[in-house]
Each structure stands twice: as structure tokens, then as C-alpha cells.
């Protein structure tokens, strides 16, 4: 039982708790509609559009949540970002709850503040990604496994309820992203290193909760089933074509990223964590096993694959949850030290700058930044462009064709009326989803063809000569930041556009055409 100076700070502490949540919810839903989709919330959205059980890239659980939101909201940027936020302050419940579970209410709302305050869990707070639904399944099925295998946990219930609990948690992660494969495999590793554990598998409760994990994710198995898994493919053998030998470069792009997503000082702390659960564990510690298993393997394994593929920002985050919160505790337990107290304050305090910087960039352009990353900006300048080319071609309006599935996805939202729009599929390349969407477009229409500077249409000529009638080059778009250019936009018109003789889902594209 806690004592009573810890009970009653606990109780002082939840209005401030619930106060600064709702103030972090407020002003998201002001920047949410400030600031234009990133390209991967616009592909999302056009995943709303087309809904199904899943798609070629992605499990569907985000496209659900964001289509809910629209269906009662409408399709607005708040509306759209909305999941996001309400997420990142269900997660950040968890990983309060997560830490004053394991070690006190103070490790826990310092896990909380320090996730907000990074680049990675505050920034995807506002952007709608598959990462969104992941990280909260992950983190509430690593609290609800600290009932089952810890000594003083609470055990599986009246009917095992809490391995049903898990389960279908594992399945909703399942259903958002396929990394979430891993995590079954973390909560068996975890049953087979804590004595709890071990004997929780001698009962049939975590069996049958697979057999639920399943069902849950079944919508996926029966879209790929009727669709040659092509997902599986995507996410296999598409990848491994991508794999050409091993890349110093990409390390370091790694790290980088890395550093940026949680925070220089934060990422060398989670780091050094790491090594001390792996020792921890080895001891004996049960909390360390616990924490350890949900992050050590999985930072190693995107660690070891980093000199191979790039492996991108948000791919590592369910790996950082538990880091946080063993971090965060070893803060806590070392705060009479003031290099400690400064360093962790330096940490935070380093990542939310970078936070906020990330933040403020669509909207102040003097804040530097290297343009051709930017990719929050420009759309409606974009977009107000191809309109002027759409009325001026006459009526109807031609298609839009986006070259890669950014440009497609912006303009689908951003024009007026918000028209079908297509991509590569449309040329004969690899459109991810669109493929499967390319026939709700008639041939023999006229088409407009935007290509971004920043994914050039190599082949141009050769590709739009296969697919037009007779082809046009119209004045380029050049799309700011303020002032200051972020990229340029090359635009053709396409008369008589007509499918390429082979759509290209028949064979899903490399990964390397998106996945992200």
C-alpha cells in the first residue's frame, strides 16, 4: 500500500495531470488545422475513400479510425487528425500508468512528459500515421502483460480475461502495422524468462488468446487471400529486392534520424538504458526482463538491418517504449545527483526544442530548414495551379495524375471538389494502392500529369507517349515556404489517356516504392 504523503501527492498530482493533457490536446487541435497533411495523411485519406478489409501497404486499422472520424466530422484537417490526437493522450495515460506500475507515479509522469517532449511520439501526435494505433496497442499490451507476469501482478482474472485482453490488443496492433508481429513473439519471450510467465503457458488462457490475436486480424488474412497476398509479398520479397549489400551511409542516416526523433542527449540515455536492462536481467530482475524483452531485440534487429535498407524514423518507436520508462527510473532513482537531475532535464529539454522547431517550420519560414525535406507545405499552392489548368482545358475536367503517391494523394485533397485522382499505375509503374483503384478511371478521358522535382519522372517521354494520345508540356509550378522555394512541379497535358495493357497490382510493386 502506498504511504500516505505518496497518496495524497498522487491525488494533487492528477489535476495538474488531466489540465496539462487537455491543454496539449487544445492546442494540437489548433495546429492541426493550421498546417497542410504530410503526404502519408493525404494517402490515408485516400485510403477512406476506398474502404476496405486491408490494403497492399498497410493493415487498415488507421484508415478505419480516420474514416470514423470523417464520417462524423467530415473530411477537414482537424477531422482527419483527430485519432491522432486523442492517441497520443490515451498513450500518454499509459505510459504514466505504465511507469507507476513498475517503479512510482513519479517515473511514470516523467515517462510521459519526456515522450511529448520528442520529435517522434510529440510531432506524431498531430500526424496521422499506421504508427498512431500501433504504439498505443503496444504500450497497453506491455501494461496489461505486467499483471501477468510480474510477482505482485494481478494474474489473467476471473476466465483469463486479461490474456483475452492481450490478445486482442496483439491483434490490434496486428491490424495497424505488420511490425506488430514482433510483439507476439516479445510477450512469449517474456513468458519464458519470468516463472510467472512459465507457468501461465501450462494453461490453455494464452493459447486460446492467439486464437483471438487471429481473429482479430483476420480482415487482413481474408483481403490477401483474395488478392494473391499481395501484402505479404509487399512486405517480403518486395523488401528483399530492395537489399543490395551493405551501406555505411545508411548507418549513419540511422543514427541521425534516431537522434532526432527522441533527442540527442535522450537517444544516448536510452542507449546506455539498454545496456543496464540486459544486465539487470541477467541478474534476475524481473521489471528488467519485462522492459528489456519489449525493447532491447527490437532495437538491435533495425540496428543490424540499418547498414542494408534505410530503416526510417518511426519504425524504431514501440522498440523506445520501454527504454522510456527504465530511463525514466533510473533518472528518478538518481536525482540527489545533480549531474543526473541536469543531464535528464537537458534531455527533455533538447527534444522538445527539436519538437517544437518541427512544429513551427510549416509555419515560420525563417526558421532553417532544408527545403527539399519539407514536405508540409506548397500543397494548396500546388493545387490552386492544377485547378487553373483544369478549368482552362474546359469541361470536363481531366484526370490528375500524380507521379508517386504524395503528389496524387495532396491534389486528391487539396482541389476543389476533391476528384479521383491517380498515380503511377496510371503509367504503367508502380502505384502502390492506386493499382488496386485504377479502375474507377475510364480510358480514353484526357489527363493532367504532375510530376515533384523531388521524384522526377525519369522516363518521361517515352512513358507518356505509351500512355497519350498526344502530349503537351504545360508551365511548371513552383511551390514556397513563404518566400523561399521548396520545390518545382512539372506539369503535361495528356490527351485520350488510356491504362496501361497490364494493371501493375498483378505483380505488387518493390517496397521501395513506398512502406512507410
Given at each position: 500500500m502506498p504511504?500516505?504523503?505518496?497518496?495524497?501527492?498522487?491525488a494533487?498530482?492528477?489535476?495538474?495531470?488531466?489540465?496539462?493533457?487537455?491543454?496539449?490536446?487544445?492546442?494540437?487541435?489548433?495546429?492541426?488545422?493550421?498546417?497542410?497533411l504530410?503526404?502519408?495523411e493525404?494517402?490515408?485519406?485516400?485510403?477512406t475513400?476506398?474502404?476496405?478489409?486491408?490494403?497492399?501497404?498497410?493493415?487498415?486499422?488507421c484508415?478505419?479510425?480516420?474514416?470514423?472520424?470523417?464520417?462524423?466530422?467530415?473530411d477537414?484537417q482537424?477531422?482527419?487528425?483527430?485519432p491522432a490526437?486523442l492517441?497520443?493522450?490515451?498513450?500518454?495515460?499509459?505510459?504514466?500508468?505504465?511507469g507507476?506500475?513498475?517503479?512510482?507515479?513519479?517515473?511514470?509522469?516523467?515517462?510521459?512528459?519526456?515522450?511529448?517532449?520528442?520529435?517522434?511520439?510529440?510531432?506524431g501526435?498531430?500526424?496521422?500515421?499506421p504508427?498512431?494505433?500501433?504504439?498505443l496497442f503496444?504500450?497497453?499490451?506491455?501494461?496489461?502483460?505486467?499483471?501477468?507476469?510480474?510477482?505482485?501482478?494481478?494474474?489473467?482474472?476471473?476466465?483469463?480475461?486479461?490474456?483475452?485482453l492481450?490478445?486482442?490488443?496483439?491483434?490490434?496492433g496486428?491490424?495497424?502495422?505488420?511490425t506488430?508481429?514482433?510483439l507476439?513473439?516479445q510477450?512469449?519471450?517474456?513468458?519464458l524468462?519470468t516463472?510467472?510467465?512459465?507457468?501461465?503457458?501450462?494453461?490453455?488462457?494464452?493459447?486460446?488468446?492467439?486464437?483471438?490475436?487471429l481473429?482479430?486480424?483476420?480482415?487482413?488474412?481474408?483481403w490477401?487471400?483474395?488478392?494473391?497476398w499481395?501484402?505479404f509479398?509487399?512486405?517480403?520479397?518486395?523488401r528483399?529486392?530492395?537489399?543490395?549489400g551493405?551501406?555505411?551511409?545508411l548507418?549513419?542516416?540511422?543514427?541521425?534520424?534516431?537522434?532526432?526523433?527522441?533527442?540527442?542527449?535522450?537517444?544516448v540515455?536510452?542507449?546506455?538504458?539498454?545496456?543496464?536492462l540486459?544486465?539487470q536481467?541477467?541478474?534476475?530482475?524481473?521489471?528488467?526482463?519485462?522492459?528489456?524483452v519489449?525493447?532491447?531485440?527490437?532495437?538491435?534487429?533495425?540496428?543490424?538491418?540499418?547498414?542494408?535498407?534505410?530503416v526510417?524514423?518511426?519504425?524504431?518507436?514501440?522498440?523506445?517504449l520501454?527504454?522510456?520508462?527504465?530511463a525514466?527510473?533510473?533518472a528518478?532513482?538518481l536525482?540527489?545527483?545533480?549531474?543526473?537531475?541536469?543531464?535528464?532535464?537537458?534531455?527533455?529539454?533538447?527534444?522538445?526544442?527539436?519538437?517544437?522547431?518541427?512544429?513551427l517550420?510549416?509555419?515560420?519560414?525563417?526558421i532553417?530548414?532544408?527545403?527539399?525535406?519539407?514536405l508540409?507545405?506548397?500543397w494548396?499552392?500546388?493545387a490552386?495551379?492544377?485547378?487553373?489548368?483544369?478549368e482552362?482545358?474546359?469541361?470536363?475536367?481531366?484526370?490528375?495524375?500524380g507521379?508517386g503517391?504524395?503528389?496524387?494523394?495532396?491534389?486528391?485533397?487539396y482541389?476543389?471538389?476533391?476528384?479521383?485522382?491517380?498515380?503511377?499505375?496510371a503509367?504503367?509503374?508502380?502505384?502502390?494502392a492506386?493499382?488496386?483503384?485504377?479502375?474507377?478511371?475510364?480510358?480514353?478521358?484526357?489527363?493532367?500529369?504532375?510530376?515533384?522535382?523531388?521524384?522526377?519522372l525519369?522516363?518521361?517521354?517515352?512513358?507518356l507517349?505509351a500512355?497519350?494520345?498526344?502530349?503537351?508540356?504545360l508551365?511548371?509550378?513552383?511551390?514556397?515556404?513563404?518566400?523561399?522555394?521548396?520545390t518545382?512541379?512539372?506539369?503535361?497535358?495528356?490527351?485520350?489517356?488510356?491504362?496501361p495493357?497490364?494493371?501493375?497490382?498483378?505483380?505488387?510493386?518493390?517496397?521501395?516504392?513506398?512502406?512507410?
Amino acid at each position: 500500500m502506498p504511504r500516505t504523503s505518496e497518496r495524497t501527492s498522487q491525488a494533487r498530482g492528477w489535476p495538474w495531470g488531466l489540465a496539462a493533457t487537455c491543454g496539449l490536446i487544445l492546442l494540437r487541435l489548433a495546429y492541426a488545422a493550421r498546417v497542410e497533411l504530410a503526404p502519408q495523411e493525404a494517402y490515408y485519406w485516400q485510403y477512406t475513400r476506398h474502404l476496405d478489409w486491408s490494403y497492399l501497404d498497410h493493415p487498415p486499422m488507421c484508415a478505419w479510425w480516420m474514416a470514423l472520424s470523417v464520417r462524423l466530422l467530415g473530411d477537414s484537417q482537424v477531422a482527419l487528425r483527430l485519432p491522432a490526437i486523442l492517441s497520443s493522450a490515451a498513450l500518454s495515460w499509459v505510459l504514466y500508468s505504465l511507469g507507476k506500475r513498475l517503479y512510482s507515479p513519479a517515473v511514470g509522469m516523467l515517462t510521459a512528459v519526456a515522450a511529448n517532449a520528442t520529435v517522434l511520439f510529440g510531432l506524431g501526435a498531430v500526424v496521422m500515421t499506421p504508427d498512431v494505433p500501433l504504439v498505443l496497442f503496444w504500450a497497453a499490451a506491455l501494461r496489461v502483460l505486467c499483471e501477468l507476469v510480474l510477482p505482485d501482478g494481478r494474474g489473467p482474472g476471473r476466465f483469463g480475461w486479461r490474456w483475452y485482453l492481450l490478445g486482442a490488443l496483439c491483434g490490434g496492433g496486428l491490424l495497424s502495422k505488420y511490425t506488430a508481429a514482433l510483439l507476439p513473439l516479445q510477450v512469449l519471450a517474456t513468458a519464458l524468462v519470468t516463472p510467472r510467465g512459465r507457468a501461465a503457458l501450462r494453461t490453455a488462457h494464452p493459447y486460446a488468446a492467439c486464437v483471438l490475436m487471429l481473429a482479430v486480424f483476420s480482415p487482413v488474412l481474408v483481403w490477401n487471400q483474395a488478392h494473391g497476398w499481395a501484402s505479404f509479398a509487399f512486405q517480403t520479397t518486395g523488401r528483399a529486392r530492395t537489399v543490395d549489400g551493405f551501406h555505411g551511409y545508411l548507418v549513419g542516416r540511422y543514427l541521425g534520424l534516431q537522434a532526432v526523433a527522441v533527442g540527442p542527449l535522450l537517444y544516448v540515455a536510452l542507449l546506455l538504458t539498454a545496456g543496464v536492462l540486459v544486465r539487470q536481467a541477467w541478474r534476475g530482475d524481473v521489471r528488467a526482463r519485462l522492459l528489456g524483452v519489449a525493447s532491447v531485440p527490437g532495437l538491435a534487429a533495425f540496428t543490424l538491418v540499418s547498414p542494408l535498407h534505410w530503416v526510417k524514423m518511426n519504425w524504431v518507436a514501440p522498440a523506445y517504449l520501454g527504454l522510456m520508462v527504465a530511463a525514466a527510473a533510473g533518472a528518478w532513482a538518481l536525482r540527489q545527483h545533480r549531474a543526473v537531475r541536469g543531464y535528464a532535464a537537458l534531455s527533455v529539454g533538447v527534444g522538445a526544442v527539436l519538437m517544437t522547431g518541427m512544429y513551427l517550420m510549416p509555419l515560420c519560414p525563417w526558421i532553417p530548414f532544408r527545403e527539399r525535406d519539407n514536405l508540409v507545405s506548397g500543397w494548396r499552392e500546388l493545387a490552386d495551379a492544377v485547378q487553373r489548368h483544369r478549368e482552362a482545358a474546359g469541361s470536363p475536367a481531366p484526370l490528375v495524375v500524380g507521379w508517386g503517391y504524395k503528389t496524387a494523394s495532396e491534389l486528391a485533397y487539396y482541389l476543389p471538389g476533391r476528384p479521383e485522382t491517380q498515380s503511377d499505375s496510371a503509367l504503367g509503374g508502380d502505384g502502390l494502392a492506386y493499382g488496386f483503384w485504377l479502375d474507377r478511371v475510364s480510358p480514353g478521358v484526357d489527363a493532367l500529369v504532375v510530376e515533384d522535382a523531388r521524384q522526377p519522372l525519369r522516363d518521361a517521354a517515352t512513358r507518356l507517349e505509351a500512355h497519350c494520345g498526344a502530349v503537351k508540356e504545360l508551365p511548371s509550378v513552383t511551390v514556397h515556404r513563404g518566400p523561399r522555394p521548396v520545390t518545382t512541379f512539372r506539369v503535361w497535358s495528356c490527351q485520350r489517356w488510356h491504362a496501361p495493357r497490364e494493371v501493375a497490382v498483378r505483380q505488387p510493386p518493390p517496397a521501395s516504392a513506398g512502406g512507410r
